[in-house]
Structure formats: structure tokens, C-alpha cells
Nanobody, 126 residues
Framework: VQLQASGGGLVQAGGSLRLSCAAS????????MGWFRQAPGKEREFVAA????????YYADSVKGRFTVSRDNAKNTIYLQMNRLKPEDTAVYYC????????????????????WGLGTQVTVSS
């Protein structure tokens, strides 16, 4: 399984970015997908996730109401629409997925995910 995140960049506070994560090596439609981020000197933290069927989403409190996770199974791709970005959103963003299909756990902890992409840098200037 390979995950390729893209769409990061430099944006001013209040702006928007859309991240994409393309999965290859298996059909993604039966697998949950998540987004995490890691700022310099900090631990990797949960941002958002979407369950395998796409009907349930999960968000960290810090991004709720600003970020939206979605999936396009026909393209084996998930997205993270990030609006009203803040300087504290600056981090490397990673997508991840569990090995188990039809996963029904919490979706919000690092240990639930087995495959990780390389990450894409998001920098929000003040």
C-alpha cells in the first residue's frame, strides 16, 4: 500500500488549501483513512478521519468547523479541505490507513493506522 499526499504550500492566515491523498496497491473503498500532522518539535497529532463507508467523519477539536475530510472511492483518493487557516496549523500533514478493512474503531489515534504517506508541508503565515 502506498499513500501519496499532495496539495500543501504556503498560504496566509485566513486562506484555504485542499490536500489530497492518493492510495495505490489496494482498493481504498473498504478502508478508513485519516489525516495527521506534525509541527516542529511536537508529536504527530490526529487531524481528521473518514470511515470506510464514507458516512462518518472525525475531527480534532482544533480543526472542527474549519476542515472537511472527504473521499472519492472511484479515484482511490481522500481530501482535506482546510479553510480559515491559522499559523498554528503549520505542520507536515500525513495521510494514513489501517491494514484492516471495514475498520470500526475510534479512528483518532496513531496506533490504529498502519500505512503512512510521506507528508506534505503546510505553512500558514500570519
Amino acid at each position: 500500500v502506498q499513500l501519496q499526499a499532495s496539495g500543501g504550500g504556503l498560504v496566509q492566515a485566513g486562506g484555504s488549501l485542499r490536500l489530497s491523498c492518493a492510495a495505490s496497491g489496494r482498493t481504498s473503498s473498504t478502508y478508513a483513512m485519516g489525516w495527521f500532522r506534525q509541527a516542529p518539535g511536537k508529536e504527530r497529532e490526529f487531524v481528521a478521519a473518514i470511515n470506510w463507508s464514507g458516512d462518518t467523519t472525525y475531527y480534532a477539536d482544533s480543526v472542527k468547523g474549519r476542515f472537511t475530510v472527504s473521499r472519492d472511492n472511484a479515484k482511490n483518493t481522500i481530501y482535506l479541505q482546510m479553510n480559515r487557516l491559522k499559523p498554528e496549523d503549520t505542520a507536515v500533514y500525513y495521510c494514513a490507513t489501517p491494514w484492516r478493512p471495514y475498520y470500526s474503531g475510534r479512528h483518532t489515534s496513531r496506533g490504529e493506522y498502519d500505512y503512512w504517506g510521506l507528508g506534505t508541508q503546510v505553512t500558514v503565515s500570519s
